[in-house]
């Protein structure tokens, strides 16, 4: 892989998740800058980014608190061992997609483990994670089913591999 070739990176603003160009560069180029203030890398990083992705006008300041929310969550994790878990179900509202989210928060509250989950119905944004057929898990942006119900022992081995920082 080139490493002059901006990478996309999804971050969550406001009620959306955005692909940005180029934001895990601009986030290692200020995490490694010492006595700079939360603020004035919030607009590092929005400068940066602002030059290789549109930013639809009136948003400016969801941005910034989102790239701020994301630099504050790496700047702490940069002296932690526990890795960030992120599940998506993605499918439209129906009796299969339901029951993959259902045994996603089962597995989560047996394991007693927190994360971020969350269920994407619009079609567009499925088809952007690739997906073709649903219901689809993915934890930690990587897609461990697609077009099956998986079962709960699967659910929770998948859950232990990100933890653990195998997949």
Known sequence: MAT???????????KVNVGLLGFDYALNLVLQQENISDTEAMHFLYETVKKQNYIPPGSEELYKEALRNEYLRAKNQSGKTMQELTIRVLGKPCVSC??????????????????DVENI????????????????????????????LPSESEVEQWIKDALDGNG
């Open 98 to 115: 339901s029951k993959l989210g259902t045994i996603a928060i089962e597995v989560l509250q047996k394991m007693n483990i927190a994360a």
């Open 121 to 148: 119905h619009d079609p567009d944004e499925i088809y952007r994670f690739g997906i073709i057929n649903a219901p689809a898990l993915i934890i930690n942006n990587q897609v461990k089913c697609a077009g099956r």
């Open 4 to 14: 002059d070739v901006p990478q996309e990176r999804t971050i969550r603003i406001g």
